[in-house]
């Protein structure tokens, strides 16, 4: 069974950075792509960054400009910096590997506050 840890998450004022880490316990991960979601309160679970195999990217339009998703397949981790963060990213933030219908980690809560 897949297990992924996060790590990273807290509470931060508005426009201050966050870096969150999903470290991964599997034999397999470069060959995965990794991904970063998040669910507010009262909302549908969203993806927020995606890295493929290849080291190719995608990001919610939410996010472009701010966030930077990376992963070190030799620590077997992905990383998701996030700078200049907002009220609205408040949310708890879940790791992913191989998609919606692949492998999750516990979630990790990021509050953003004045």
């Known amino acids: 069974q897949v297990q992924l840890v996060e790590s990273g998450g807290g509470l931060v004022q508005p426009g201050g950075s966050l870096r969150l880490s999903c470290a991964s316990f599997?034999?397999?991960?470069?060959?995965?792509?990794m991904g970063w979601y998040r669910q507010a309160p009262g909302k549908q679970r969203e993806l927020v960054a995606e890295i493929y195999s290849d080291g190719n990217t995608n990001y919610a339009d939410s996010v472009k400009g701010r966030f930077s998703i990376s992963r070190d397949n030799a620590k077997k981790t992905a990383y998701l910096q996030m700078n200049s963060l907002k009220l609205e990213d408040t949310a708890v933030y879940y790791c992913?590997?191989?998609?919606?219908?692949?492998?999750w980690g516990q979630g990790t809560q990021v509050t953003v506050s004045s």
């Open positions: 992913n590997r191989g998609g919606p219908r692949g492998a």
């Open positions: 599997a034999s397999a991960f470069s060959i995965y792509a």
